[in-house]
Nanobody
Framework: VQLQASGGGLVQAGGSLRLSCAPS???FGWYAKGWFRQAPGKER?????????????DYADSVKGRFTISRDAAKNTVYLQMNSLKPEDTAVYYC????????????????????WGQGTLVTVSS
């Protein structure tokens, strides 16, 4: 299974973008899907995650109130709506997916996720 992330681009500060991530190939019984990002010279960090059946969400403090994660089960797709973008949101955004119901890691931990997309670049200009 490969995850295909799309929707990145160049936007001015204060603008919006919506990222999408869908798997190619066989559909799994996902437990959770998440978004992470990595800015130049920085470690990969958690952005948002959602449990697939219950729709429980979690967000990094830095994006709360500005970003919204959602899912469309029929399309097997997870979205990240990003509003009020700031230059510090500039990064490569990666989607990730998990099928385990017994992982010891929270949905905000990258160690939970076995499947990763290739990343989509978001650039926010000031």
């Amino acid at each position: 299974v490969q995850l295909q992330a799309s929707g990145g681009g160049l936007v001015q500060a204060g603008g919006s973008l919506r990222l999408s991530c869908a798997p190619s190939g066989r559909a799994f019984g996902w437990y959770a899907k998440g978004w992470f990002r990595q800015a130049p010279g920085k470690e990969r960090e958690f952005v948002a995650a959602i449990t697939w059946r219950a729709g429980k969400t979690d967000y990094a403090d830095s994006v709360k109130g500005r970003f919204t994660i959602s899912r469309d089960a029929a399309k097997n797709t997870v979205y990240l709506q990003m509003n009020s973008l700031k230059p510090e949101d500039t990064a490569v955004y990666y989607c990730a997916a998990d099928i385990s119901t017994s992982s010891p890691y929270s949905i905000s931990a990258p160690q939970r996720y076995a499947y990763w997309g290739q990343g989509t670049l978001v650039t926010v200009s000031s």
